[in-house]
């Protein structure tokens, strides 16, 4: 879901530059690639970007294809606020469950 999110993001962006993948089924798997990347750079730095032969192949500039942690977490915010709500039932349904988790830079107390 969250690679989705990534891959839907960068279409969009290559389509306000006029640019259609659906032509090129190779582009669009390695945009699918890159995107899956993306995600997990990003776990590690606070931006990414699609590698730049990727990009010369779409005609584009690489550094007009660069995706920020805060953009990563925009484009996934509905979809945390999901994982969210069930780890909160999770741990509501059990009654000794712990008190705090901790999700990579994030604490959720209950």
Do not use: W
């Amino acid at each position: 879901m969250i690679d989705n999110n990534i891959f839907t993001h960068y279409i969009n962006k290559l389509k306000k530059q006029n640019i259609d993948l659906s032509k090129s089924k190779k582009n669009k798997t390695r945009l699918k690639e890159a995107c899956e990347k993306i995600k997990r750079n990003l776990s590690a730095c606070s931006r990414a970007r699609i590698p730049e032969d990727l990009a010369a192949d779409l005609g584009v500039e690489s550094s007009s294809l660069i995706l920020t942690r805060s953009d990563f977490n925009q484009l996934n915010k509905s979809l945390f606020t999901k994982f969210e709500r069930i780890v909160d039932k999770v741990i509501k349904s059990v009654p000794d469950a712990k008190k705090q988790v901790n999700i990579g830079e994030t604490t959720i107390n209950y």
